[in-house]
């Protein structure tokens, strides 16, 4: 595989009994790239991003990942028993080993480190949600996947939220591949948009996305508008698989 080449999907399908979850999917996801998918409710985001994991095996097509692969995960939903004492230092280290010092440093990089003989239960969620993602950074991951990491936060942590996904994207120089809703937020910091439906409707760019006529059927001119502001300024046309208009492939 090349150098910064994570991972390659290649005609993913998934069904469960006669229901279609996925169909055809291919996709690249590279080092120092953020991937992030869109979708209606029911497109088969969570289970790409499970099947990206690992945490699924029952799926056709190939997966290709770069020998040795680390990968750090946010599921959308994290349940914590409240009535158990827990603090976030004993939080980070469930499921894996990491030292006092690899603790204090994850935590730092979320913003967070002051919280670690907090217990989990007195956190809020934005606070929650910044301590788990300092979580999926332990090990020196090569890829985040994060699904739907700004949930029950509200909009300012939202907007921290995303940018502090590209630092640490920046930082860690990894690979992050997203779930979002937030189309109006995330597209800033967005290199490559997958917009799925079952199937990938279209791939490329944020402002190719925006105006591919599958992505208009999914999501309206409006939605299209709201995240035209984070396109690039130039002075080509991509057409809207998101190549410069003219452009030769000899």
Not at 43 to 52: D, E, F, M, N, Y
Not at 58 to 77: F, K, M, T
Not at 147 to 162: K, L, R, S
Request: aromatic share 4%.
């Amino acid at each position: 595989m090349e150098a910064d080449l994570l991972l390659r999907a290649v005609d993913l399908g998934y069904r469960i009994g006669d229901r279609l979850i996925l169909d055809g999917v291919g996709f690249e996801l590279r080092r120092a790239q953020i991937t992030t998918i869109i979708g209606p409710n029911g497109a088969g985001k969570s289970t790409l991003t499970s099947i990206v994991n690992g945490l699924l095996r029952d799926y056709s097509g190939v997966v290709e990942r770069a020998p040795d692969l680390r990968i750090g995960y946010l599921p959308q939903r994290v349940y914590v028993n409240t009535l158990m004492p827990l603090t976030v230092a004993r939080l980070m280290q469930l499921t894996r080993r990491a030292s006092a010092a690899e603790i204090r440093a994850a935590l730092a990089r979320t913003g967070v480190e002051e919280l670690r003989a907090r217990q989990v239960n007195s956190l809020s969620a934005g606070e929650l949600k910044r301590v788990l993602l300092a979580r999926t950074t332990l090990g020196a991951p090569d890829l985040l996947v994060l699904d739907e990491p700004t949930a029950g936060v509200d909009i300012t942590g939202e907007a921290q939220m995303y940018e502090l996904i590209g630092d640490l994207r920046d930082e860690l120089d990894c690979g992050v591949l997203l779930v979002s809703h937030d189309l109006h937020l995330v597209m800033s910091r967005t290199d490559q948009v997958l917009c799925l439906n079952r199937h990938l409707c279209c791939s490329g760019k944020p402002e190719s996305v925006s105006r591919h006529p599958e992505y208009l059927a999914l999501f309206g001119e409006q939605a299209a508008a709201a995240i035209a502001i984070y396109a690039h300024e130039h002075d080509h046309v991509h057409d809207v698989a998101g190549r410069p208009e003219g452009h030769s492939h000899d």
